[in-house]
């Protein structure tokens, strides 16, 4: 029986069984609680996180926040909507920078995009990607920049990012990056792609036509079947609980065209790639199987 069911029970045995009950153990659990009312507010079911690990991430940010008691939060994230904004902020991790885990780009850039434009369906005249979990754009954009740079001229590269929260694809359409966010970004390619600004670089109105971004819930929704040449999804299913970390990966890995290539984080891996139609194509990278 869940807490949930639990606490239906409780509820309705009259005051001596729910004594009993409540000495038994059966409280209500105010995390399951809170999870079921912000899932009422966006469209974000905490229940498919790691529990330990976002459960201590809200209760310490409810706490600095100034509020004791995930009971009291709710109601606070209820009626301000600039305190929703930040909490989405803190459970969303929208951390990310240009050219993040360099190895990575360096691989795709001088091993897979070769590959991939030698086996195009299309005649190696187009390569779409998916950035898989976007969040503020940085990998989209890089990989655009990246992969345009490695394909050549007369090759259309056409990048789609996608994240379940709507205020960050809008930070993402903007393509600002502060200094602190472009990390190890080779300076040429960031000249060529990247326009300066007061405090960063914005990408420039050439990389942004290659570029769009949508709405997306990795866990819902359809996914359009055979219809990219690589995914990029790295450092988001790892909050993700196993089972919901596997149906992710068996959706990217459906999005991929025979031959088309899943990235994932440098320390991360698909658990059972052959059950998903995929083989392992050395360190992060797994190919779709003709």
Not at 25 to 49: K, N, S, T
Not at 130 to 140: R, T
Not at 154 to 161: D, I, N, P, S
Request: aromatic share 6%; glycine share 8%.
């Amino acid at each position: 029986m869940s807490p949930l069911d639990t606490r239906r029970a409780t509820a309705g045995a009259g005051p001596v069984a729910g004594r009993a009950a409540a000495r038994q153990g059966a409280a209500p659990d105010d995390y399951e609680v809170f999870c079921a009312g912000v899932a009422r507010l966006c469209p974000i079911d905490l229940r498919r996180y790691k529990r330990a690990q976002m459960e201590r991430r809200i209760r310490t940010h409810a706490a600095r926040s100034g509020v004791h008691g995930l009971d009291r939060y709710l109601e606070v994230l209820r009626s301000d909507r600039a305190e929703l904004d930040a909490f989405l902020d803190r459970i969303t991790i929208n951390v990310s920078s240009l050219w993040r885990s360099p190895d990575q780009w360096r691989r795709i850039a001088d091993d897979l995009v070769p590959r991939l434009l030698a086996s195009s369906p299309r005649g190696a005249r187009s390569i779409k990607v998916w950035s898989a979990g976007c969040s503020i754009g940085a990998e989209a954009y890089t990989a655009a920049a990246v992969i345009r740079d490695a394909a050549g001229p007369g090759v259309r590269v056409e990048v789609l990012g996608t994240d379940i929260d709507r205020r960050i694809l809008e930070a993402a359409r903007r393509g600002e990056f502060q200094r602190a966010m472009v990390g190890p970004a080779p300076q040429d390619a960031l000249r060529r792609h990247f326009e300066p600004t007061t405090d960063g670089w914005r990408a420039s109105d050439a990389l942004k036509r290659g570029v769009r971004f949508a709405e997306g819930d990795l866990l819902a929704g359809r996914v359009a079947t055979a219809a990219h040449d690589l995914v990029l999804c790295r450092n988001t299913v790892i909050y993700f609980t196993p089972p919901d970390r596997d149906a992710v990966h068996a959706r990217l890995a459906e999005s991929l065209r025979p031959g088309g290539f899943l990235v994932v984080g440098p320390t991360e891996r698909v658990a059972s790639p052959a059950a998903i139609g995929l083989v392992g194509d050395g360190p992060f990278v797994y190919r779709r199987e003709a």
